[in-house]
């Protein structure tokens, strides 16, 4: 866990980074992407935000055995080196992450 607190700088460069205010001051949005560098959602429509809410997408999965990384809708790498997609949802996914609607990826 601490390796992704350090690497996090590297994480946001692959996922899109932060917000800055007026005064080049780092907002709130920046401290919540260190903590999940896959959780830069801006550009989503708010429909796309209820769909991550409704299949109850977390960062983390609390399944063991089911993330992201080994479902079959993930798309790795499509939002930079440590963020992937998912053919379910808009905005990057975490490989670590779960949702709803996991489903094994095929072994063949």
Same mark, same amino acid.
């Given at each position: 866990?601490?390796?992704?607190?350090?690497?996090?700088?590297?994480?946001?460069?692959?996922?899109?980074?932060?917000?800055?205010? @007026?005064? #080049?001051?780092?907002? /709130?949005?920046?401290?919540?992407?260190? +903590? %999940?560098?896959?959780?830069?959602?801006? *550009?989503?429509?708010?429909?796309?935000?209820?769909?991550?809410?409704?299949?109850?997408?977390?960062?983390?999965?609390? @399944?063991? #055995?089911?993330?992201? /990384?080994?479902?079959?809708?993930?798309? +790795? %790498?499509?939002?930079?080196?440590?963020? *992937?997609?998912?053919?379910?949802?808009?905005?990057?996914?975490?490989?670590?992450?779960?949702?709803?609607?996991?489903?094994?990826?095929?072994?063949?």
């Amino acid at each position: 866990m601490g390796a992704a607190v350090v690497a996090g700088g590297s994480f946001l460069a692959g996922c899109g980074g932060g917000d800055k205010g @007026e005064s #080049g001051q780092q907002t /709130a949005s920046k401290t919540t992407e260190a +903590a %999940d560098p896959c959780t830069h959602t801006t *550009g989503l429509t708010e429909a796309d935000l209820q769909m991550r809410k409704s299949l109850k997408y977390v960062a983390a999965s609390t @399944e063991e #055995g089911k993330n992201c /990384a080994n479902c079959k809708f993930f798309q +790795a %790498d499509q939002f930079g080196e440590k963020c *992937g997609g998912c053919q379910l949802l808009k905005g990057p996914v975490h490989p670590e992450g779960n949702c709803t609607s996991w489903f094994a990826m095929d072994k063949g």
